[in-house]
């Protein structure tokens, strides 16, 4: 039997737990049975958190915190690597990624336990990095508020990145932080066809709100980066340029790309996906992509994986450089201010 392709949600099967000792095979027989195994309802789990701050010390990345209210997200991205996270949970990177939420109730609260250590040293935060911290569950929970709230209180730095327009709900916060240079918002647009948005992002922010966001954090003074990505030969590749002079019309002050890499799970989530969504491109698709990485979907090779190599890596290479040069010249966003942060954890500072 053919399987319905589901609307709503990114993934169109869960991939067996590789930490789990046996499989079954939970394929469905009719459409009913598929009704029920994929039903539209979330399931929010609370888990209780060690700690918030998790080290990156990848050299794509630079050294810096990462640090995310929630795992797993409702947004649905297909092509999400944080997919692959899912697993560590006992849950499949697949669907249960998008409809087993767990959060973190006490996240604001370890935070601040840990900001107080006499010997914690501060570098910059992202928040979210592996999932989106302003996914719908943000509204019900409002756990990125709260921990927006003890950075303030700590006159702590810290990046966001997110595709949803419910950033703008902390507004007060943002502007009030910006003007103290301890926020950055990057905000992630990966295509400008609002039907392609909905097939590779099916819970996230529309086109013409993500681009509106952009303008209303710029006007409100607060330094917005753009991470056009991922690009995905075949797909979104050619839409870069026009992509980049979108938003630095609405205000954005810089911009980022990465080519997608289907690394794990992903790999067979999206190839599932893109042959129902897309049959007559997959193939087209999959072999670009590949293009990009050696000859696979996947690269986890520092200094490559992000940018990819060969042929079309180079050419979309070459149009982020000519974005830049058209539309960023002029532009820029100043560094973060760590002084703050330091003198309010030691006041001895304020001596000298």
Known sequence: MKEPF????????????PYHEHHSDESPETPDDWEDLYELRTEFIEVHPKTMLNKVDSPDIGLCYSMNPYQGCEHGCVYCYARNTHTYWGY???V????????????????????RKPKYEPLPIMLAGNTDCYQP???????????????????HPVGLITKNSLVLRDLDLLREMAALRLVKVSISVTTLNEELRRFLEPRTASVNSRLHTVETLAAAGIPVNVMLAPIIPGLNDHELLDMAEQVSKRGASSIGYQIVRLNGDVAAIFEDWIRKAMPDRADRVLNRIRDCHGGNLNDSRFGTRMKGEGNIADIIRQQYQLAKRLHFKEKSIEPYDFELFKSLKNPQMKLF
């Open 6 to 17: 589901r609307k709503g949600r990114g993934a169109q099967i869960n991939t067996p737990n």
């Open 96 to 115: 249960d990624f998008e409809q087993k939420i767990l959060i973190k109730k006490a996240a604001a609260a370890v935070l601040d336990a840990e900001l």
């Open 92 to 94: 499949s990177a697949g």
């Open 137 to 155: 569950a943000e509204r019900q929970f409002g756990i990125t508020r709260q921990i927006l709230e003890v950075l303030w209180k700590h006159k």
